[in-house]
């Protein structure tokens, strides 16, 4: 019993929606520009073949957004925290005058009356100041917590993005390759009345090749050139 083969249209109407119109105007620009039309057996290959680069071309892009975020939250941190060691050690600088003050005060009890109301003075300023910067270093260390706490949802955040955009990858992939076995299957069937073509498209497919490996290599540079990923990389040292 012969299988009954899906038409062509439906199938393109059908994966394109799955795509935002940014995707699909660059899928239709790969197809545009190799002058593939519906009707041709070999159509599906270079839908599925545009999908593709347009992930190689677009991906490294979002993923240095992400990074971008996520470094920026963490200068934000960084500074934060960098205040907050400024309170504690003005704390202790404080702290360590207000010891020296108790040591001439016990070694000034015999001392004028003059001399002790004026280390009392001291004293109390002392304490004052201690007590302002304990608010403050309460405050930061509260804020510190605060920017903690948002620094971990925004870090959630970006792994469920990164998760969805890796989830969306390996979904348009697996897709891509049962499209392109029963292409494959449905081209072995009329072999015959297509060995021509086939070898044109052979040909297309490896000018295609060469083209995803300098957007591979490209994109490689640039995630070494942005610090994606580190120098040490064998893929960072080829450059």
Known sequence: MATRRRDPEQIYRDVMAK??????????????DYGIEKADPFFLIFLAMGHLLTLVQTAPENWQVLFDEFKGDLDAWTTQNLRTLEAINQQSLISERLIRSFQA????????????????????????????????LIQAVNQNTANSQTLLNRVQTNEEKVALLESQMTWTLACSALTLAAVVIG???????LAKEVEFAQV?????????????EKANRAE???GIKPQSDPQCQQF
Do not use: P
């Not at 795509?19 to 545009?32: K, L, P, S």
């Not at 081209?187 to 009345?193: D, K, L, P, Q």
């Open 19 to 32: 795509f935002d119109a940014q995707t699909r105007d660059r899928i239709q620009g790969v197809i545009i």
């Open 105 to 136: 005060l016990s070694n000034l009890t015999t001392s004028s009356n003059g001399e002790t109301q004026k280390l009392h003075k001291e004293l109390t300023r002392l304490n004052t100041e201690l007590a302002a910067f304990k608010g403050s």
């Open 187 to 193: 081209g072995a069937i009329s072999y015959g009345r």
């Open 204 to 216: 297309l497919l490896m000018q295609e090749r060469k083209r995803s490996i300098w957007t591979l």
């Open 224 to 226: 070494c050139f942005y």
